[in-house]
């Protein structure tokens, strides 16, 4: 596990690395505002001894390391809120990684089971004043910690965007099951969006409505927005998927008609053959005594008779259009 500290106020900024969480023993009251982000977390006993030292719950521990079935919610506890979501990361197994966040009245947690979302962003916004970090309070860091991974749902969902893009022609044209299985490949990626946008939805909502002394009014605001985009993700989502099960259908209609085509041809020249079948086997049985055996020239009227059957029957079928 990795640990970094980020403090800042009004007058300046300041920035740790420590490598044991017995290093943040001290930190409990901190001078403005501070973030502390616990990454890749793989040894419980160091997520133990930052709960002794900040005073954080055992259900909440629990929650922080079930991190993999754990999904997007809000708790409130005496004397800080616990926020859990996921950032998407294609790029993992999974796809998806996990952040717990503690807010306290000064002092901001994250953990994360994975490393990747070093939030760079807004440590610069923080450093060069940018925004408005430096002017309010660690539940508006928190606020700008969701709608940064918020940010990397809609870079997600555009690049799904293009992808179906390209999957609507690949439809009319592919039958193989490369295509299947590209497709299918994002429609999985799409589901663990849903699973990681829609709950989120559900604690944003909860954070707005949530009568805590630890959010600002001033905070309001920048929660409904945030609300907004979680909607306007999660919609994009479903409309996609929906999108993605229609470009199926497509393709299986693509193929059927391909098949029937060719179930038509063949059964048509199934048809035709019949007739010619009949033919050649009636004059195929070995009988002594059968007409125009011993004609001359009755094997050429026999192949002339199939012929014009032959043509006949296909005339017939292009008037009918059958072909």
Known sequence: MTLSITGYDAAGVWTQNLSKSEQLTGWEKPAGITWIQAENIDKPEEVNRMAEIFGIHPLTVEDILDHTHQRPKVEEFENYLFVTFKAVNFETDSGL??????????????FQDKGGNDFETIKRRIMNKAGRHRRMGADYLAYTIIDTV??????????????????????????????????????RKLLKMRRAVWPLRESIFMLMRLESNLLNNDLDPFLKDLYDHVIQAAETVDTYRELIAGIMEINMTVVSNRLNQVMKVLTIISTIFIPLTFIVGVYGMNFTFMPELDYAPAYFIVWGVMFCIAIGMIIFFKRRKWI
């Open 97 to 110: 990684s996990h952040i717990s966040m503690i807010i306290t009245g000064d002092m901001v947690l994250t």
């Open 150 to 187: 918020v940010d990397e749902y809609f870079i997600s969902i555009d690049t799904f965007g293009s992808e179906i893009e390209v999957f609507e022609d690949r439809a009319l044209t592919e039958k193989d099951e490369t295509f299947i299985k590209d497709i299918q490949g994002v429609k």
